[in-house]
């Protein structure tokens, strides 16, 4: 399947602080270079178009989505493996076949040498990538906006108390300053490729929850950091032409769900917005209220196929 593009999504969306949010920087540098900045800062770096400035990066975006759909897929009892643990089936053995079929493969016999390892993982895995296999979604970073830029980067310092692990009583003497920012929008954008409607809407439930405050971002969340509202102003799905109406990758290529495992099949929406684009039929939704509607839809289509996933291997 990684050989064709079947369909493919982006999703275009502003994210807000609603509550300070802290992403920490790790570059101790960047503390030397200015002792006057907080112990705990935000995240910058160099942007083109900007100069320096804070951003979220994408792969700690992809890590918080992450983990939000995991407890999302356990809650529907759907498999879902414990990214921690190396010796899972997910890494240690899907790592493993991966490693075979790739040394036993001769060039252009099998179209999907990688179904197998697929087929293997968890849906977490299949979504968001492993060890063993590619990510089907990726996230952007996320950059100010132009015209809110000088307000994202107008941060704050707050101070903290640190928790002496043994006590569990604040730390003495252990006074930190937490840099953090309090305003702008940071503009981002997620896609996935050759997906199925349920990794489409199990991304979207994940947005709104972070909309929703029930999925924070960033440091030092249980002192109330991280609250973020969520804005969807674009969602662009390109798909082949097999259907008319927007389906996932198991519809549109029904050859591919054996091989792959796939869980949709049939599952299509009638999407408003269907025109032309370069893989044929492209579906847009514009405008935060439109795209709220179709990912609802796709979730409303999508999600029995999620609950009736568990116990499959
Ligand atoms: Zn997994």
Not at 95 to 113: E, I, M, T, V
Not at 188 to 196: G, H, M, P, R, V
Not at 253 to 262: I, T
Not at 270 to 277: K, L, P, S, T
């Amino acid at each position: 399947m990684h050989k064709l593009t079947i369909n493919r999504a982006r999703i275009d969306l502003r994210l807000r602080p609603v509550t300070p949010l802290l992403v920490k920087s790790g570059d101790k540098g960047a503390q030397l270079l200015h002792p006057e900045r907080p112990d705990l800062m935000c995240v910058r770096t160099r942007h083109g178009r900007y100069g320096e400035t804070v951003y979220i990066p994408g792969a700690g975006l992809k890590g918080v989505v992450r983990s939000s759909a995991e407890r999302i897929l356990r809650s529907l009892e759907a498999r879902c493996c414990d990214p921690m643990d190396h010796k899972s089936e997910c890494h240690e053995a899907a790592s493993k076949l991966g490693d075979q079929l790739a040394r036993g493969r001769s060039p252009d016999a099998d179209p999907h040498p990688m179904a197998p390892v697929y087929k293997m993982v968890c849906l977490a895995c299949r979504t968001f990538g492993s060890q063993a296999l590619a990510s089907r979604t990726s996230f952007e970073d996320a950059y100010p906006t132009t015209t809110t830029l000088e307000r994202a980067n107008a941060t704050e310092a707050r101070s903290g108390v640190s928790i002496d692990r043994q006590t569990g009583g604040p730390s003495r003497g252990k006074l930190f300053e937490m840099e953090v920012v309090v305003g702008g929008e940071f503009e981002t954008s997620i896609q996935l490729a050759n997906f199925e409607l349920w990794q489409l809407a199990l991304v979207g439930v994940v947005l709104a929850d972070v909309d929703e405050g029930f999925v924070r971002l960033g440091s030092a969340k249980s002192r109330g950091l991280g609250r973020m509202a969520v804005e969807i102003h674009r969602v662009l799905v390109d798909q082949v032409p097999t259907s008319d109406e927007l389906g996932g990758v198991a519809t549109l290529h029904p050859g591919l769900a054996g091989p792959y495992g796939l869980l949709e099949q049939s599952a299509t929406i009638v999407a408003e917005g269907r025109g032309v684009g370069p893989l044929g039929h492209r579906f847009v939704w514009e405008g935060a209220d439109s795209c709220r509607r179709g990912l609802d839809r796709i979730t409303e289509t999508a999600w029995p196929f999620l609950r009736s996933s568990r116990g499959v291997a």
